[in-house]
């Protein structure tokens, strides 16, 4: 079992930044890829980024990627969403997962964390 604790989220006005995390425990962390997810209300989970057990591959989301950056401190067993020029259609619940490989399709990841909200006002 992995436990997942995001944090981070908050109230941002359009054009802000926010770094979401995502603490881990139980098994090791760094066995595992990490991936984000996000659902705003009415609307399905989607795909947000991806990152190797390494670090060394990542794969975003094509409406997300070049603002925001995931990455991972195995030392820490966290891993991390750095957003930058967030928008108004980034407003969701953010959830990290784990898995064995990076990917972006959430039955590929075995254990989630509860979410956290991220507002973007415009």
């Known amino acids: 079992q992995v436990q997942l604790v995001e944090s981070g989220g908050g109230f941002v006005q359009a054009g802000g930044s926010l770094r979401l995390s995502c603490a881990a425990s139980?098994?090791?962390?760094?066995?595992?890829?990490v991936g984000w997810f996000r659902q705003a209300p009415g609307k399905e989970r989607e795909f947000v980024a991806a990152l190797s057990r390494s670090g060394g591959l990542t794969y975003y989301a094509e409406s997300v990627k070049g603002r925001f950056t995931i990455s991972r401190d195995n030392a820490k067993n966290t891993g991390y969403l750095q957003m930058n020029s967030l928008k108004p259609e980034d407003t969701a619940v953010y959830c990290c997962?784990?898995?064995?490989?990076?990917?972006?399709?959430?039955?590929?990841?075995?254990?989630w964390g509860q979410g956290t909200q991220v507002t973007v006002s415009s």
């Open positions: 139980g098994r090791t962390f760094s066995n595992y890829a």
């Open positions: 997962a784990v898995g064995a490989v990076p990917s972006g399709t959430a039955r590929d990841y075995a254990y």
